[in-house]
């Protein structure tokens, strides 16, 4: 099989990198299991193909530092962080390293395997000027500024709690708020709105 379909799984906890790699051959894909970050480092080739999958949260070298070395090192691979659901903040700081998208756990197994897909059929990409920006900002347009405050929040990696205590209104509020930006925004998850709004920030 081709290095170009192989995903490299990067995770301390083995039961997670089993499961993982049986998840991800069953569906054809090329896997490889690393037990850490710097174990992945110390034995990458300089031509490295593929994506990585790799948890944000790891002993030694955790997914930040291991997207910043990677970088540092000139690879352009496509990462995918997995990150626990009050990760928020550490999934932005991700994507805003270079991260090609994030998955919430505990995660839908076919929304894992579209986002690798997702990756490697974009991967030759990565520094292109976004093809959305101009649809992105113009569905931007459409907040009110009261969800736009929301969005913000969100993009800071807040969770709701601390947004409503922010803007002075009841977490409630804030999700009938933030269902509104995801339904405006056409995005599918949390992970495809911070996305977009980061594609917005970064690319003027």
């Known amino acids: ?13 083995v039961d997670v990198r089993k499961s993982l790699g049986f998840l991800l051959a ?6 490889r299991l690393h037990e850490s970050a710097t174990a992945f480092l110390s034995t990458a080739p300089s031509n490295l193909d593929g994506c990585i999958v790799t948890d944000v949260r790891m ?13 540092a090192g000139g690879h352009t691979i496509p990462v ?3 990150t626990g659901h009050a990760d928020v903040a550490l999934a932005v700081q991700a994507m805003k390293e270079g991260a090609s998208d994030f998955i919430e756990k505990p995660f ?28 992105i900002r113009g569905r931007l347009a459409t907040l009110s500024e009261r969800e736009r405050q929301v969005l913000d929040g969100l993009v800071s990696g807040l969770p709701n709690k601390t947004i ?33 709004a ?7």
């Not at 099989?1 to 906890?13: C, F, R, T, Y």
């Not at 076919?110 to 959305?132: D, K, T």
């Not at 980061?198 to 003027?204: C, D, F, G, Y």
């Open 80 to 82: 995918i962080v997995m």
């Open 26 to 31: 069953t569906a054809d894909f090329a896997v």
């Open 164 to 196: 409503a205590y922010d803007l002075g209104i009841s977490p409630r509020t804030v999700e009938i708020h933030r269902a509104n930006v995801m339904s405006k925004m056409g995005a599918g998850s949390l992970s495809h709105l911070v996305r977009m």
């Open 59 to 71: 002993p030694g070298i955790d997914g930040i530092e291991f997207l910043r070395q990677l970088r």
């Open 108 to 135: 839908d197994d076919e929304m894992l395997i579209e986002a690798i897909r997702s990756a490697l059929a974009n991967r030759n990409q990565v520094n292109a000027a976004h093809p959305r920006s101009a649809e």
């Open 1 to 13: 099989m081709a290095d170009s379909n192989l995903v490299h799984v990067v995770d301390d906890d």
């Open 198 to 204: 980061l594609i917005v920030e970064t690319r003027p």
